[in-house]
């Protein structure tokens, strides 16, 4: 029998084993409502996907909570039609009293009575975004405003190493990717299932689906997807109107009724229906790089 054998090595990187991440308190878990993350790399579409979401959410009668987890607190503009000031900023002010704030100071209500917060984040290269998360939730909590809240949707930033990547895993039941037909979008969901299947062997998170975004095409979304074992539960197409809509700091249904944009809304609808009724929890298995780029890189 060999060394390895007999003492097989322990190894690490499960669950953010090695790094220090910041976990959340039981008595900060959200109940009674349906709690969605929404993830995918930079500039994909997160906040777009997120606030058109929430907006239908809302349309279904469903009272409806986002949560934005970027420092630049864009999450709910469109929502709103500004950019509001972030829980942390507000903390500082009070100096970290939290018992000083009122829920108008942080919650502003956006399109349709959507109640939007911007968690905000620390200064560039200090602290962990994962206690700014658990800061805003543990804040709602104390205010009760989860208790009249049907849907929860966290925005989450795209860095897949950051504890603020992995703090709204501890609060959600389904976790949703925001992805593109093309290499490095799928190549970032791939980091992102193997970041969420890793927090699901300690939390309830599961995997709901993807949600192609900007794309004309789904071919290599969908031939990824089968090849894992995962699922494209929505397809929103690259039109001009959803990048108006932005500018205008609008979410779709507060648009005119052209007809790209009456099709992207109830595309929306159906999305926020389906998780509404409950998607199975799936469990892909991610692939290691060089698959990837057997699968969809060229010759």
Known sequence: MSPLDRNPPVLRGQDGEGSVQVHQDADAQITG???FSVYGKGGIGKSTTSSNLSAAFSNLGKRVLQIGCDPKHDSTFTLTGHLQPTVIDILKEVDFHPEELRPEDFVTEGYN??????AGGPPAGTGCGGYVVG????LLKQHHLLEETDVVIFDVLGDVVCGGFAAPLQHADRALIVTANDFDSIYAMN???AAV???S??????LAGCVANRSRETNEVDRYCDTVGFNRIAHMPDVDAIRRSRLKKKTL???DDEEDIVRCRAEYIRLAETLWNGTEGLAPAPMEDRDIFELLGFD
Not at 113 to 118: A, H, I, L, P, R
């Open 201 to 206: 062997k300690n939390y309830k998170v599961r």
């Open 197 to 199: 299947q890793a927090k």
């Open 113 to 118: 009575g959507v109640k939007c917060v911007e």
């Open 135 to 138: 800061q805003t939730v543990k």
């Open 191 to 193: 980091r992102i299932i």
């Open 253 to 255: 249904f507060e648009m």
């Open 33 to 35: 409502a349906k709690v």
